[in-house]
């Protein structure tokens, strides 16, 4: 059974940086894309990034080029969204995506 | 940028057939994931690559595609089944994904 489980998430300040987390079994990891969706309170649903299976194709929804980075480590079976120059916008639940599974999410909240 | 548009509002009652359609452009080359949320909780799988059904899904949930448009069905909808809907596909190149706008489903 897949399991994801994100952390990472909190409260901080525009402009600030954060760096989720998210931590994968249950399928062979190193054969898998993976994607990190979020969703704003009372919003719908947004992909944000996704990562090749060997980490060497990076793409990203248009709001967050530049400032957010994808990254995986196949050893340690996780993925993770560093981000930069955080917005209030930026404000949502993340969620850890592969083959259409989720996790259950972490908060970020960017609020001064 | 890519969309996929997905009519904001679908309302039956309940024991009847609820249509969801989400079209996009790449919908004929890409597969489409249909997702259930219900209010306060994390969204979940109901069908993926177009068509196919989670362990644990009810049989009532089926997916199609034709074309442009994929289409999730909902025989005999229940008042359990009150949603938002979001279909969820990538574009042409299998780089970029997208979420539709999502459907509220109503059953009353």
């Known amino acids: ?34 994607s990190w969706v979020r969703q704003a309170p009372g919003k719908g649903l947004e992909w944000v990034a996704n990562i090749k299976d060997d980490g060497t194709e990076k793409y990203y929804v248009d709001s967050v080029k530049g400032r957010f980075t994808i990254s995986r480590d196949n050893a340690k079976n996780s993925v993770y969204l560093q981000m930069n120059s955080l917005r209030t916008e930026d404000t949502a639940v993340y969620y850890c995506a592969v083959s259409g599974d989720w996790g259950q999410g972490t908060l970020v909240t960017v609020s001064s | 940028s890519y969309e996929l ?39 979940v799988k109901v069908i993926y690559e177009d068509t196919k059904r989670p362990s644990g899904i009810p049989e009532r949930f089926s997916g199609s595609s034709s074309g442009t448009m994929a289409i999730l069905t909902i025989y005999g909808a229940q008042v359990e089944d009150e949603a938002d809907y979001y279909c969820y596909s990538s574009d042409s190149s299998g780089n970029v994904w997208v979420f539709g706008g999502g459907t509220k489903l109503t059953v009353l």
């Open chain 1, 1 to 34: 059974e897949v399991q994801l489980v994100e952390s990472g998430g909190d409260l901080v300040q525009p402009g600030g940086s954060l760096r989720l987390s998210c931590a994968a079994s249950g399928f062979i990891f190193r054969n898998y894309w993976m």
């Open chain 2, 5 to 43: 548009t997905q009519p904001p509002s679908v309302s039956v009652s309940p024991g009847q057939t609820a249509r969801i359609t989400c079209s996009g452009d790449a919908l004929p080359k890409r597969y489409a994931y249909w997702y259930q949320q219900k209010s306060g909780q994390a969204p």
